[in-house]
């Protein structure tokens, strides 16, 4: 155990999370991280109805006794095709206690999950977003730094900078997420002021994530190095692996490429499809400079436990020092 406000908020043991992604944050995945004493998190819009998603937190409760969390990813593009007010009602009447939100202001639901009794955690990746969040009544905020897979925000500004300085401006407890991928990161983020770290693409290299093998192996082997922005030009930067189809998407965006040109080639289906196949070089994938730490595949339970046990050698690590 290592309690922090975050474990003591959650009812989990360890200040790790595990927060959503589309497709993959599926309930045997999801239920391995609540086993291993980290806070997992199912993604709603991978489910196509409401009801669909109940199955899924069916689904997820037979495998693990633990507390888990649903991610609401509220990006204007989804809006308009999701049954976001189903999913809600479901969260609610299945008596889900926490909710990741991201994407956009949680502003259209978070009255409605907080009267419920839900504990809200916004998502999000400046410190105007985290304010704004905290006034909507948001119970924590996790904080994603230009290190970050996915929606990493345009401003740039990473972790190391970011965390402390949304720790500075709120009162809520601060997730800290983007780049964190062993007990190093977690001694860090903790030390900034952060209650805890949130995993994207840590999580996504392990045995229960369901991808294939060969994808896991790919992203093993890639480095820090290994990542770029794309969909800047349309103001809602990717964060993705550097393969040929990523070259091909940032040359069209070079050309004055539009939304309508580059979808078919940056969208979820596309990603995703090559995650399970384990042909990376097929498509975009969303992955962070993390990848720059990470080299094998481990099960959830032995990530979270050695990450823990590193957290632990590096804050007496630094307790040692001669001051
Ligand atoms: C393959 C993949 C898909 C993702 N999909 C979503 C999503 O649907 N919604 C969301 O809020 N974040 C999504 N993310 C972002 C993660 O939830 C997490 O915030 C991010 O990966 C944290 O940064 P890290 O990768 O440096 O740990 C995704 C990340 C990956 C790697």
Redesign the pocket.
Known sequence: MLSTSMTDMFGIDYPIMQ????Y?SRAPFVAAVANAGALGTL?A?TQPTGEALREEIHETRRLTERPFAV?L?LLPANIASYPYDDYVAVIISEGIGIV?T??AKPAAYIERLKKAGVKVIH?CTSVRHALSAEKYGADAV?V?GF?????PGEDDVPSLVLVPRVVDEVKIPVIA?????DGRGLASALALGAVGV?????F?VTQESPIHADAKAGLAAASERDTTLIARSLGDSVRVLKTPATEEVLELERAGADKTALFPLIAADV?HQA?TSGRLADAP??????LGLIHDVPTCKDLVQRMMAQTVATIDRLGNLKI
């Open positions: 927060s959503g992604f589309r993959i993604s819009h991610n990813t990741e991201s994407g998502k996790c994603t290190e970050s897979a996915g929606h997420s983007g780049g964190f991928a949130n995993m994207g693409t840590r996504l990603w995650l994938v969303p992955s962070g400079i993390a």
